[in-house]
């Protein structure tokens, strides 16, 4: 059987990783998983979120003093690669060994996985899982996080919101608000999403809490969630 060589860059959710403590039994699926698909013959970049971590520390230095949106950022940053190293541990042995920050930058390597975190204040890390996918050519983007689906209204508030299980880009692009703040609820950062547009990426969203669906997107089968390319 051909071996498929691909690197399919994936953007997981800190609300994943740390939803409110650190979930060690995603992380163990996750592993699993990755490990498998990395035995056929594909490889990952993984750009981590900073979930709750972020959140607490950012909430915790505004209880004490007014800070910039840039320290913010900073804080959210920082929560990200504290995310990503552990990530790197948990893939000790295929991971990459130094976490990737600059997204800009080339990384010539063997090693089947690649952690990348936050940049810089004012980015996402989807915007920079959407970087890292230009700096590889890469064709795939898969964002996992705890939604099943896009829908056409937020399906909390609106009784009539539909799922959406393809969409163009300037069809997904009409669904969510155009510029991007942190905290923002949009299932993908709408700078990203410009400019995902712009290389003609394909990104899947769908819900980590349910990898088996990850697992199909990769070998090609349906799965529960939305494509947009
Ligand atoms: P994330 O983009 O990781 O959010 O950035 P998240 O935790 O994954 O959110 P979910 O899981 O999608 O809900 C966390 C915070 O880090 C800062 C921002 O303040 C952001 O809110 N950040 C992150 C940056 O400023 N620059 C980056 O490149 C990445």
């Not at 050519?137 to 299980?165: F, M």
């Not at 950062?189 to 394909?202: G, H, I, R, W, Y």
Request: one cysteine or more; a negative charge.
């Amino acid at each position: 059987m051909q071996e498929p060589h691909e690197r399919i860059v994936v953007s997981v959710g800190g609300s994943l990783i740390v939803p409110d403590g650190i979930d060690t039994d995603f992380l163990k699926r996750l592993k699993d998983l990755v490990l498998k698909k990395v035995q056929r013959g594909y490889s990952f970049t993984i750009i981590c979120g900073g979930g709750r971590t972020a959140r607490n520390y950012q909430n915790a230095a505004e209880a004490v003093t007014p800070l910039s949106r840039q320290d913010l950022d900073w804080l959210g940053i920082h929560s990200t690669r504290l995310n990503a190293q552990l990530l790197r541990n948990i893939f000790a042995g295929y991971a990459y060994p130094v976490v990737i920050h600059n997204p800009t930058i080339d990384i010539e390597t063997e090693d089947p996985v690649t952690i990348a975190a936050g940049w810089q204040p004012g980015w996402s890390t989807d915007y920079v899982a959407v970087q890292i996918a230009k700096n590889l050519g890469a064709h795939r983007l898969a964002n996992l996080s705890d939604i099943d689906y896009v829908y056409t209204a937020d399906p909390k508030t609106s009784p009539d919101a539909r799922k959406v299980e393809r969409a163009s880009w300037p069809e997904f692009r009409k669904l969510i608000p155009e510029s991007w703040d942190p905290g923002l609820s949009s299932p993908f950062d709408p700078v990203a999403a410009k400019e995902a547009e712009a290389l003609n990426l394909e990104v899947a969203i769908m819900n980590g809490a349910h990898l088996e669906d990850f697992g199909n997107y990769i070998d090609g089968k349906s799965f529960m969630g939305t494509v947009i390319s």
